[in-house]
């Protein structure tokens, strides 16, 4: 790698994280590209390097052991680390075999934490380094039939903010990004697709917006951003009856 700031990014091969690999590289920084489809990475390192920065790729899947260990060693020496990597999923109690469960957790919750636990100490060591931890608006709202992904989503949102506050002063900065609905591939991957047309145009947002939040949220040194005005302005009435209700009811998961 050259003499660039170096940022690793987690899901970098499509939407949000690939989002982040694109700015971040125009903003000076060589880039650790992350996701488990190799083709994707390779075409995206390309791109960069029109950008004028150098690109590794680490092919893993991070809902193993073996994958987030992957991400600790490839992730030793970064300036900037996107926690961004994940996948959402609709389904009823009692219908996700335990193994799955497994997965799921250590892709958007444990993993996340192991990163972070392994990483953000040599970031305070040498006073210097940025932390973004993609959650979710599920962290916020209740989701029947995606109690597990809810829940995730709420586990690293809860351990972002108490992060932030215990490295302020130290040179490092954490910022929770907590995006609602997002045009990228993962609703389609994940059998959802049918929610393009349910939800209302007015409730989706684009990557660049997310990754906007997101580095306006590290420069004010705030441990929660929710992208999008409409998302904002919900916030605080999200556990209400009646926001329930509608938000169930337009959000409505088959």
């Given at each position: 790698?050259?003499?660039?700031?170096?940022?690793?990014?987690?899901?970098?091969?499509?939407?949000?994280?690939?989002?982040?690999?694109?700015?971040?590289?125009?903003?000076?920084y060589?880039?650790?590209?992350?996701?488990?489809r190799?083709?994707l990475l390779e075409?995206?390192?390309?791109e960069?390097?029109?950008?004028?920065?150098?690109?590794?790729?680490v092919v893993?899947?991070?809902?193993?052991?073996?994958?987030?260990q992957?991400?600790?060693?490839?992730?030793?020496?970064?300036?900037?680390?996107?926690?961004?990597a994940?996948i959402?999923r609709?389904?009823?109690?009692g219908?996700?075999?335990?193994?799955?469960?497994a997965k799921l957790?250590t892709?958007?919750?444990t993993?996340?934490?192991e990163?972070?636990?392994?990483?953000?100490?040599r970031?305070?060591?040498r006073?210097n380094?940025?932390?973004?931890?993609v959650?979710?608006?599920a962290?916020?709202?209740?989701?029947?039939k995606s109690a597990?992904?809810a829940?995730a989503k709420t586990?690293?949102?809860?351990?972002?903010?108490?992060l932030?506050?215990?490295?302020?002063?130290s040179?490092?900065?954490?910022?929770?990004?907590?995006?609602?609905?997002?045009?990228?591939?993962?609703?389609?991957?994940?059998?959802?697709?049918?929610?393009?047309?349910?939800?209302?145009?007015w409730?989706?947002?684009?990557?660049?917006?997310?990754?906007?939040?997101?580095?306006s949220?590290?420069?004010?040194?705030k441990s929660?951003?929710?992208?999008?005005l409409v998302y904002?302005l919900?916030?605080?009435?999200?556990?209400?009856?009646?926001v329930?209700?509608?938000?169930?009811?337009?959000?409505?998961?088959?």
């Open positions: 790698m050259s003499n660039r700031q170096l940022a690793l990014i987690t899901g970098a091969s499509s939407g949000i994280g690939r989002e982040f690999a694109m700015m971040l590289a125009k903003s000076g060589d880039i650790v590209a992350v996701a488990r190799r083709e075409s995206l390192a390309s960069l390097q029109v950008l004028g920065a150098q690109t590794r790729v893993a899947d991070l809902s193993t052991g073996a994958g987030v992957s991400v600790i060693d490839a992730a030793s020496d970064s300036d900037f680390l996107v926690l961004n994940g959402t609709a389904a009823r109690v219908t996700t075999p335990s193994d799955q469960i957790n892709l958007l919750a993993g996340v934490v990163v972070c636990e392994a990483i953000v100490p970031m305070v060591q006073k380094g940025e932390v973004v931890i959650s979710s608006i962290a916020f709202t209740p989701m029947p597990l992904y829940a586990y690293v949102m809860s351990y972002g903010r108490s932030n506050l215990e490295v302020r002063g040179g490092v900065r954490v910022c929770v990004v907590c995006p609602g609905y997002v045009r990228t591939e993962l609703h389609q991957h994940a059998g959802l697709a049918h929610l393009r047309q349910r939800v209302p145009k409730l989706w947002i684009n990557s660049h917006d997310v990754v906007r939040a997101a580095l949220g590290l420069r004010k040194n929660v951003v929710l992208p999008g904002r919900a916030r605080p009435f999200l556990g209400s009856r009646a329930q209700a509608i938000w169930q009811s337009t959000t409505k998961r088959n």
